[in-house]
Every structure is written in structure tokens, then in C-alpha cells.
């Protein structure tokens, strides 16, 4: 049996060195000595080889990022059934029969399936349609705490959810300036997280795998003996490093107050959850029940029956966005839900509204889905007098009906529209755009308003309203110089960075880095470039491709950018003799520098000749750079039992004709 408080320690020394990597590297200043931090780090290595278990986020392992077309599928060796379910406490009672059973969360994330061979994770796929999932093996390597390596050395699968957890949630939407690209509920974005065709993204959204059910352990062919326990189970995969879902053995006499106690608890919890799952803890029993042509009978969902409130509609508020959608949202008398006050709930589309019937003065029924966010359960009256807008209620364009998927939503047809041009200068002066630093969308709405920005290009002279913009509130000398400075350094910049900044529908940066990058930064190739051939490209594909060529195929499209680039500088990449010189070498940057500003303007210039930078030492980094040469860094030593090189910059310069 793998030792619990050595377990605790390592995810304890993981999280310890992880924070004083991340002060070090990204924010320039340290937490621990040098020596402190060695001796942690032999302690964690130690402790991995004794219990076998290292975690995915551990420092003293590197997984490749990588970047697939598309993520294969595969056949699952057993179908995924969903679970049977029930709103009634006295039914899930009476579910029991007599039996135990474990009563745990049911977690609202995406279901995916873990196999591991020798101790080493192999495969993960996603549930998928039941039948057939996605292999997302290389994604799940970077959730920040499954088990690359486990103790138990023969075939184990075992299922469980990805989550990614609230706080998370709204830390990444914090850093999303754009409203309309904010992510809706932290199950969409582990959902995007995890299917990932880069692993890197993956890496950065923190998310976690929460075991809630073992398929099978064997070793040698012959199974493990659970002692006919689910309980049992779990505590197995508690020793192989997993994280295991929060449950409770319950009976019959025990299960409302177990019910009760979760009730209480999901205010709290760190993690959505639609519900609670009770299991049979008698395997054998659980399979003697079989299972229906939908559902299993070892197990069953419990859904919280939603607190409801009865209240009246007072208003549809219809709020604009960026890309010209006009959002319905209710407005209704104040109600008490799940210990808050609620007063208004997204509609989402026309087509729910219509459905509902509503109409202002009708009594409808609110609650919160997920005990979290407020939604209209029902409409009582269903007058249906609603009138949907015929203008924009921000500029007055005339507004239109489009069926988008299977919903018809409600679009402003202006493209001068206040509303959108707002958003769309939030994003042109956000940080992986222009990056104009002071720039708000709180300012942007004033210098608009005041008729000092109509177009891109215009922010460039801002100057010319320096007493207008000093005398305004908020503002003053220190704050027009701070952002006039950041205004100039906006201009120097790279073309990918503009076409993103441009907002062009399914363009992200990654995109049009990938697009420049095809075209070497020839502005007129990439313009003249149709559909078939961009769609040619690397990870852009036709829905890219084609809302490229219909953004540049609007003449007052080009007319804007084509003003927007007599304002900047771009830096273009000249195509160098001999190709890319670094092409399928990889490299690890530590320390500060010398010939360049910072670690990431090295990175840029290596992956601008071919190469590939990662955070840690394995046996593929071609070499270490290092200005500290003798260090007795994790990352030098490292290096050294790897046998690979460790040069200074100016060695490193020299060696692979680099220059700053």
C-alpha cells in the first residue's frame, strides 16, 4: 500500500516548486534560494521513485507540447451508458433495497476514459457519443494532476471527469478583454480545454481529472481483488496518485442526511456539479441488476430539484455585442434563490423567448441551473406579447432575424453601430493585439463619444485632443503621457498582430501567425491569396479561410486596414539563406540575459529561425541556455545527467550564428 502522507508530500513539493519555478521565470523575482529549492527538489525525485507516482505537473518531468490537424477517433471496448435519474430523495431511498452504497458528486465537466500499461498512462479518450470518443492522450498529459507514472504496473482503465474549477474559470475570463469572446460556464472552456489540438493551451487552463469509477486492473491477466468493494476501488486508485471524487457510504437510514450534507456543501465546492451519483458498493450485486437498453442498474443520477421563485417580467433589456448579435435578457422583480437576490436572467436567443410565450407583465418561474446561474423555468401567463426590435437599441440601424444552427438570434445590421465599434476597439487595444497599455474599455466609450475616434487609425492621433483628454475626469498630464507613450510603442508590431487586432469573425492570433508565417509576411500574396489555397494551410482550414477572404473582399474592409498601416511599423521576417537554420532543434532558456531584452525575445527570435523552446531539460533539448554555466540549478543539473550542452548566450550565439 503506497504511503498517504508521502502522497500528500509530493503534491505538496509539486505545488512548492511550481510556485517558486513561476515567480523565477515569469515574474522575475524568487521565493526560495537556490539551495532550498535543490534540496525540495531531490526530496520530491526521491519520493517519486519510492511510491512510483509522478504527477503531470511535476517538475522533474517535461510532456512535448504538440500540436495535432485533428484528434483521432476510436472505438470505445465497452459502450458509456448514461445513468437513470431521479429528482425524488424518497426514490433514491428506496433505490437502496437494503444495500450500501456510495453517494458522490456528479460533476458537470467532460467524462474521459484513462488506460495505463507498465505503470505509464497510454491513452485517453473522451466519452464522446458513448460509442465512439476522441484520443486526447496528449492533452491529458498536461491536466495539472493526472498520474503520468503510477505504482501499479499491470492494466488499468479507469473513467472520470475533467474539470476545470470556478476560480479558474473566472481568472481565464478576467484575461478575455472581449465580452462577446468570454466563455460562458467553466464547462465549456474545460470542454474546449481538453479537446485541444495544441497541448499548450491545454496546459494553461489547469485542468483536473477527478476519478469516479474503475473499468478494470489486471496484472498478468488475472484481476485485482477489490473484496467485491467499490470502496475498495477507490481507495486503490487513492493509492496510485489519482484524485478520487468526495463520496460517502450511505444506507438507507443514513442517505437524507448524507443528501442534506451535500446540499450544503456544493455552496462551496470548488467544482460544478448538476447532481449526485449513488453506486452500489457490492460490485457483484451491482452487476447482477445488469442493465436497460439506456441505462446501467449498479448506479443512479440524483438531480436537485431547483429552488424555484414566482415573480413578473417587468422588461426585455437587449444588449448588443460586437460581432452584431443582440442578446435578450429578462428583467423581473426581485426574488430570493439559493440564499441570493436574482433580478434578471439571460433569454440566450429569439427563439426561447417566442418558445416561452413571454410578454411583459407575465408571471414566470425563475431558479438557478446549477444552483448557480438564474434562468426563466416557466412562463405562467404566456401572453407572448413581445415585440422583437425592428432598430438596434444602441444605434438605431435596423435590426434582422438570422438562424444561426437550430436558434434564430437577433442581429444589428449597422456595421457603424456604436455597440460593435466599441467592442471592436476593446479588442484592437487589447494585450495580443496593438497592446495599448491604459487603454480601457471605460476610456475607449469617452474618447468616442467625444467624436476623437471613428476609425483605428485615429488613435494614433489622440494627440491632437491633448487638452480636451487632460481635462477630462479621471486623467490629467501623468496618465495622457503614460498612454501616449503606449500609443507609440503600439506602432511598432508584427502583421499578425494587426490582422487579429482586426477582429475578423474565427481569426484568433494563432491563426494569423499561421497565415503570415505561410506568406513570409508578403502583404499582397496574403491579400491575393482565394479561399482554396489559404485553406491549404496548416491548421487554418475552409471556416478561416473563408471568413478571411470575406473580410478583405469588403472595400471599406481594406480601406481601414490599409489606413491602419501607414501608422505602423511592421516587423517583417526576411527569409533567410539556407531556410530556417534552428528547424527541429529544441531549447531551454533560464537565467537573465545579456544581448536580448528578456527570455521571451530570445524565445521569439529561435522559433522565427526554426526552433523550439520548452521550460524544462529532457533528452530531446539540443541544448540549455545559461549565462550561469557552473549553477547548481534543477535545470543545470539537469542537463548534466542528461549529458546535454549548457552555453552561455554569447556562446549560444556564436555556435548557431545567432544574432540579437
Known amino acids: 500500500m503506497v504511503d498517504q502522507q508521502k502522497q500528500e508530500r509530493i503534491r505538496e513539493l509539486v505545488s512548492l516548486l511550481n510556485e517558486a519555478g513561476k515567480a523565477y521565470y515569469a515574474e522575475s523575482h524568487e521565493i526560495m534560494s537556490n539551495l532550498e529549492y535543490d534540496t525540495l527538489y531531490d526530496e520530491l525525485v526521491r519520493l517519486e521513485q519510492e511510491t512510483g507516482i509522478v504527477l503531470a505537473n511535476s517538475p522533474t518531468v517535461n510532456v512535448g507540447y504538440e500540436s495535432m490537424t485533428e484528434l483521432p477517433k476510436e472505438r470505445h471496448a465497452s459502450p458509456m451508458l448514461s445513468l437513470g435519474k431521479t429528482k425524488s430523495r424518497e426514490e433514491l431511498q428506496e433505490w437502496l433495497n437494503g444495500q450500501e452504497a456510495l453517494l458522490s458528486w456528479k460533476l458537470d465537466g467532460l467524462t474521459i476514459v484513462l488506460t495505463y500499461e507498465g505503470g505509464e498512462l497510454v491513452k485517453a479518450v473522451t466519452r464522446g457519443n458513448g460509442e465512439v470518443g476522441e484520443v486526447i492522450t496528449n492533452n491529458a498529459k498536461v491536466f495539472s494532476n493526472v498520474p503520468?507514472?503510477?505504482?501499479f504496473k499491470g492494466s488499468l482503465i479507469l473513467r472520470g471527469e475533467a474539470v476545470i474549477s470556478y476560480a479558474?474559470?473566472?481568472?481565464?475570463?478576467?484575461?478575455?478583454?472581449?465580452?462577446?469572446?468570454?466563455?460562458?460556464?467553466?464547462?465549456?472552456?474545460?470542454?474546449?480545454?481538453?479537446?485541444?489540438?495544441?497541448?499548450?493551451?491545454?496546459?494553461?487552463?489547469?485542468?483536473?481529472?477527478?476519478?469516479?469509477?474503475?473499468?478494470?486492473?489486471?496484472?498478468?491477466?488475472?484481476?485485482?481483488?477489490?473484496?467485491?468493494?467499490?470502496?475498495?476501488?477507490?481507495?486503490?486508485?487513492?493509492?496510485?496518485?489519482?484524485?478520487?471524487?468526495?463520496?460517502?457510504?450511505?444506507?438507507?437510514?443514513?442517505?437524507?442526511?448524507?443528501?442534506?450534507?451535500?446540499?450544503?456543501?456544493?455552496k462551496t465546492f470548488e467544482f460544478p456539479s448538476d447532481g449526485l451519483v449513488l453506486s452500489y458498493d457490492d460490485i457483484a450485486y451491482g452487476r447482477s441488476l445488469g442493465r436497460t437498453a439506456k441505462f446501467p442498474r449498479n448506479a443512479i443520477a440524483f438531480k436537485w430539484?431547483?429552488?424555484?421563485?414566482?415573480?413578473?417580467?417587468?422588461?426585455?433589456?437587449?444588449?448588443?455585442?460586437?460581432?452584431?448579435?443582440?442578446?435578450?435578457?429578462?428583467?423581473?422583480?426581485?426574488?430570493?434563490?439559493?440564499?441570493?437576490?436574482?433580478?434578471?436572467?439571460?433569454?440566450?436567443?429569439?427563439?426561447?423567448?417566442?418558445?416561452?410565450?413571454?410578454?411583459?407583465?407575465?408571471?414566470?418561474?425563475?431558479?438557478?441551473?446549477?444552483?448557480?446561474?438564474?434562468?426563466?423555468?416557466?412562463?405562467?401567463?404566456?401572453?407572448?406579447?413581445?415585440?422583437?426590435?425592428?432598430?438596434?437599441?444602441?444605434?438605431?440601424?435596423?435590426?434582422?432575424?438570422?438562424?444561426?444552427?437550430?436558434?434564430?438570434?437577433?442581429?444589428?445590421?449597422?456595421?457603424?453601430?456604436?455597440?460593435k465599434k466599441i467592442k471592436s476597439f476593446v479588442l484592437f487595444v487589447s494585450r495580443d493585439a496593438m497592446n495599448i497599455d491604459g487603454m480601457s474599455e471605460a476610456t475607449l466609450e469617452k474618447f468616442i463619444a467625444q467624436g476623437f475616434i471613428h476609425s483605428y487609425a485615429d488613435i494614433f492621433y489622440l494627440d491632437r485632443y491633448r487638452d480636451e483628454i487632460v481635462s477630462m475626469e479621471g486623467f490629467g498630464e501623468l496618465s495622457y503621457s503614460n498612454l501616449m507613450q503606449a500609443i507609440e510603442n503600439a506602432r511598432k508590431t508584427t502583421l499578425a498582430k494587426v490582422i487579429y487586432s482586426l477582429g475578423i469573425a474565427n481569426i484568433g492570433l494563432a491563426n494569423a501567425k499561421m497565415i503570415c508565417k505561410h506568406y513570409q509576411d508578403d502583404l499582397e500574396q496574403l491579400l491575393r491569396a482565394d479561399e482554396a489555397e489559404l485553406s491549404e494551410i496548416e491548421g487554418v482550414g475552409g471556416v478561416i479561410a473563408a471568413s478571411f477572404c470575406q473580410y478583405f473582399a469588403d472595400e471599406k474592409h481594406r480601406e481601414?486596414?490599409?489606413?491602419?498601416?501607414?501608422?505602423?511599423?511592421?516587423?517583417?521576417?526576411?527569409?533567410?539563406?539556407?531556410?530556417?537554420?534552428?528547424?527541429?532543434?529544441?531549447?531551454?532558456?533560464?537565467?537573465?540575459?545579456?544581448?536580448?531584452?528578456?527570455?521571451?525575445?530570445?524565445?521569439?527570435?529561435?522559433?522565427?529561425?526554426?526552433?523550439?523552446?520548452?521550460?524544462?531539460?529532457?533528452?530531446?533539448?539540443?541544448?540549455?541556455?545559461?549565462?550561469?554555466?557552473?549553477?547548481?540549478?534543477?535545470?543545470?543539473?539537469?542537463?548534466?545527467?542528461?549529458?546535454?550542452?549548457?552555453?552561455?548566450?554569447?556562446?549560444?550565439?556564436?555556435?548557431?550564428?545567432?544574432?540579437?
Open 168 to 266: 479558474d474559470f473566472e481568472k481565464i475570463n478576467e484575461q478575455i478583454g472581449d465580452a462577446d469572446a468570454k466563455y460562458k460556464n467553466p464547462r465549456n472552456l474545460c470542454s474546449g480545454s481538453v479537446r485541444q489540438l495544441n497541448n499548450e493551451i491545454t496546459a494553461k487552463r489547469n485542468v483536473k481529472f477527478i476519478a469516479f469509477s474503475l473499468v478494470s486492473a489486471a496484472e498478468t491477466e488475472v484481476s485485482v481483488d477489490f473484496h467485491n468493494s467499490m470502496e475498495n476501488q477507490f481507495k486503490f486508485l487513492k493509492e496510485q496518485g489519482f484524485t478520487v471524487v468526495p463520496f460517502i457510504k450511505v444506507k438507507e437510514e443514513t442517505i437524507q442526511t448524507a443528501i442534506s450534507d451535500f446540499e450544503e456543501k456544493i
Open 560 to 660: 481601414t486596414f490599409e489606413n491602419l498601416l501607414q501608422e505602423l511599423e511592421i516587423e517583417k521576417t526576411e527569409p533567410r539563406d539556407g531556410g530556417q537554420p534552428l528547424t527541429g532543434m529544441v531549447f531551454v532558456i533560464t537565467g537573465s540575459l545579456e544581448h536580448f531584452e528578456n527570455r521571451n525575445t530570445l524565445k521569439e527570435k529561435i522559433e522565427e529561425l526554426g526552433g523550439k523552446v520548452t521550460g524544462s531539460v529532457t533528452s530531446k533539448t539540443t541544448c540549455l541556455i545559461n549565462n550561469d554555466v557552473t549553477s547548481t540549478s534543477s535545470k543545470n543539473k539537469k542537463a548534466r545527467e542528461l549529458q546535454v550542452p549548457v552555453l552561455s548566450e554569447e556562446d549560444f550565439m556564436k555556435t548557431y550564428q545567432v544574432e540579437a
Open 305 to 419: 430539484a431547483d429552488e424555484q421563485s414566482e415573480t413578473v417580467l417587468r422588461e426585455i433589456e437587449w444588449s448588443p455585442s460586437r460581432t452584431g448579435l443582440i442578446n435578450p435578457v429578462a428583467i423581473f422583480d426581485p426574488v430570493e434563490l439559493e440564499g441570493t437576490t436574482v433580478s434578471r436572467a439571460s433569454v440566450h436567443n429569439v427563439s426561447i423567448l417566442q418558445g416561452m410565450k413571454l410578454g411583459i407583465g407575465d408571471r414566470i418561474t425563475v431558479y438557478k441551473a446549477n444552483m448557480i446561474i438564474p434562468q426563466i423555468a416557466d412562463n405562467l401567463t404566456k401572453s407572448g406579447n413581445l415585440e422583437i426590435p425592428e432598430v438596434c437599441p444602441v444605434c438605431g440601424g435596423q435590426t434582422e432575424i438570422r438562424q444561426v444552427a437550430d436558434a434564430q438570434s437577433l442581429y444589428c445590421t449597422n456595421p457603424d453601430c456604436e455597440a
Open 148 to 151: 503520468l507514472h503510477i505504482p
